[in-house]
């Protein structure tokens, strides 16, 4: 049977991978630090005899993992809060040191290796919506850099491995996913809101909420992590993953007060510096190499997001 490595595999999307891959018959090695990843994710695969998890940080030399023949490459804390202030300079590491571990990894193993990166390599992009070869608008010395600016260089050690040493990547770029297994305090704007509505809290709204986001409900993309993962040979990506429905904040929060019943009310705060102001993706790419596109909409994904909350809180 073949092996996959999952790193970040206790993470919000990671966790969600190793369990379908679990069910679907894989034998699944996850390796996480527990940084932001919590072992409550993984509870009910723990115990699978064709599950193994490693307490490990992969910018550290690798324990011995037997022969591996994929390895989706996932861990990175990746809510703003989380990666920025005093945990940046790991965050640049993870990225960076991470994926240098993980290529030589996947060479000496003769693996295929995915590269979970990001919608944050585009930063403040000028084009809308955004495509691949967009190359992106990101401030270098700001306060996201150390995400943006990591995950941009993993993307080019990934292709150096591709070009030079002639590793199979794949490389999707993520945009803003949600659903079941996010930590509550992770700080990020559908947890956030959900949570504060489901405790009567107020609904914070960083600068006057008409940036905007798609929000991409998780079984979705890890459908696509999974397709690009098992696509036709020598097809690298990037590929953007996403949904394309488009969302102000602000009409986030409407939607997330329609659906609970609270007493909460919208509070306006100081928008964090260097915020994108628009996102979205094109994901035409998705769709022709991937025969891909979202199918959860935003209501039906925020219903079960909703109950899955109910359940943490
Ligand atoms: N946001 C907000 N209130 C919150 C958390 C986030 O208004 O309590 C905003 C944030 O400023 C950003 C958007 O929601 O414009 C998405 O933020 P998130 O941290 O979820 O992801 P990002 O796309 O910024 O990485």
């Excluded at 932001?36 to 699978?48: K, L, Q, S, Y």
């Excluded at 955004?130 to 850099?145: M, S």
């Excluded at 260089?153 to 079941?180: M, Q, W």
Aim: neutral net charge; charged residues 25%.
């Amino acid at each position: 049977m073949e092996t996959i490595l999952v790193t970040g595999g206790t993470g919000f999307l990671g966790s969600n991978l190793c369990v379908r891959l679990i069910r679907e018959g894989k034998r699944v090695i996850c390796m996480d630090n527990n940084y932001t990843g919590r072992m409550e994710n993984v509870a009910e695969i723990m115990e699978h005899p064709n599950f193994t998890f490693i307490k490990h940080d992969i910018t550290e030399a690798l324990p011995e993992l037997g022969k591996i023949n994929q390895i989706y490459n996932l861990a990175c804390p990746a809510s703003p809060p989380a990666y920025q202030g005093k945990h940046s300079i790991e965050t640049t590491k993870t990225c960076v040191l991470g994926a240098l571990n993980m290529l030589e990894l996947a060479k000496k193993n003769n693996a295929v290796i995915l590269q979970a990166s990001t919608s944050e390599v585009y930063g403040e992009p000028l084009v809308h919506p955004q495509v691949e070869t967009y190359c992106g608008n990101v401030n270098p010395i700001g306060i996201r850099a150390c995400y943006d600016e990591g995950k941009r260089c993993a993307e080019s050690l990934f292709f150096d491995y591709h070009r030079h040493e002639k590793v199979e990547i794949k490389v999707i770029r993520i945009f803003n996913t949600y659903g079941p297994k996010m930590d509550p305090k992770d700080g990020r704007v559908v947890s956030n809101f959900i949570c504060q509505a489901l405790k009567g809290e107020d609904i914070t709204i960083y600068g006057d909420g008409s940036q905007t986001r798609s929000f991409c409900y998780v079984d979705d993309l890890i459908e696509a992590m999974v397709r690009m993962m098992n696509s036709e040979k020598g097809f690298t990506g990037p590929v953007n993953t996403g949904n394309p429905g488009e969302f102000t904040v602000k009409e986030l929060a409407e939607k997330v007060l329609k659906k609970i019943v609270t007493s909460s009310k919208l509070v306006y705060k100081e928008l964090p510096k260097d915020d994108p102001t628009q996102r979205r993706p094109d994901i035409s790419l998705a769709k022709s190499r991937l025969g891909w596109e979202p199918v959860v909409k935003l209501d039906e994904g925020l219903d079960k997001t909703i109950e899955y909350f109910k359940t943490q809180i």
